[in-house]
């Protein structure tokens, strides 16, 4: 069956523009992750759903970071007034069940975001 | 200080050679552990759990030391495919699941 998929898969943008990513869960998993991965790093954590609700936004760098997962099934992570330092792959992962459940979280191929 | 810590490498071996990957992690809240391949511009997978009795897939071997805060990962025979980025992760109890992920360690497997 069909993975997690991310679209745009490579984006630049301006310094001062905003830009959206989406986010399409594997059907029918209840939980989705944003992580952030600079250059030469492992991904970090940004913001957790189960269903539509957000549970955990502790990660997300500035208020200049949202997420919304409205129905419980795609995701769009919006960066407003990007900055250079939010150069980045953005990924996505997702898992059947909640996390207390140990599930293994099956990641998107991540967004290349490039601001210049 | 990082989490999660590991050795950024490279390591340069050849095929054939037993690499060992060792990775420390500071929050002894850490509940439970894996090991993720993450191969050039692609995502990371999951390559195996680590359990504290120690566990095996094939020619990979992962330990686990609570006492130590200590994980390893160890490769036989290794195979020009193995090369990759293999990414050491930790999950926290009544973290709603978040993965918390070491640098990454670069492996290259020469013939």
């Known amino acids: 069956g069909a993975g997690v998929s991310q679209s745009p898969r490579y984006k630049v943008a301006k310094r001062g523009q905003d830009v959206a990513l989406r986010c399409d869960p594997i059907?029918?998993?209840?939980?989705l992750f944003w992580y952030q991965q600079a250059l030469g790093q492992g991904p970090e954590f940004l913001t957790y759903f189960q269903n539509e609700a957000q549970l955990d936004k502790s990660g997300l760098p500035s208020d200049r970071f949202f997420a919304e997962r409205p129905e419980g099934s795609v995701s769009t992570l919006k960066i407003q007034r990007t900055q250079q330092e939010d150069s980045a792959v953005y990924l996505c992962?997702?898992?059947?069940?909640?996390?207390?459940?140990?599930?293994?979280?099956?990641f998107g191929p991540g967004t290349r975001l490039t601001v210049l | 200080r990082k989490e999660v810590e590991q050795d950024p490498g490279p390591f340069n071996v050849p095929e054939g050679a037993t690499v060992a990957f060792n990775c420390t992690y500071s929050?002894?809240?850490?509940?439970?552990f894996f090991w993720y391949r993450q191969d050039c511009r692609k995502e990371p997978k999951l390559l195996m759990s680590v359990y504290s009795s120690g566990n095996e897939d094939g020619r990979f071997t992962a330990q686990l030391n609570r006492a130590s805060q200590y994980i390893s990962l160890l490769i036989r025979d290794s195979k020009l495919s193995d090369s990759a980025t293999y990414l050491c992760?930790?999950?926290?109890?009544?973290?709603?699941?978040?993965?918390?992920f070491g640098q990454g360690t670069e492996l290259s497997v020469k013939p």
């Open positions: 992962a997702s898992s059947l069940l909640s996390p207390a459940n140990n599930n293994e979280q099956f």
């Open positions: 929050n002894s809240a850490s509940q439970s």
């Open positions: 992760v930790v999950r926290k109890a009544g973290q709603g699941g978040k993965l918390i």
């Open positions: 059907s029918g998993h209840v939980s």
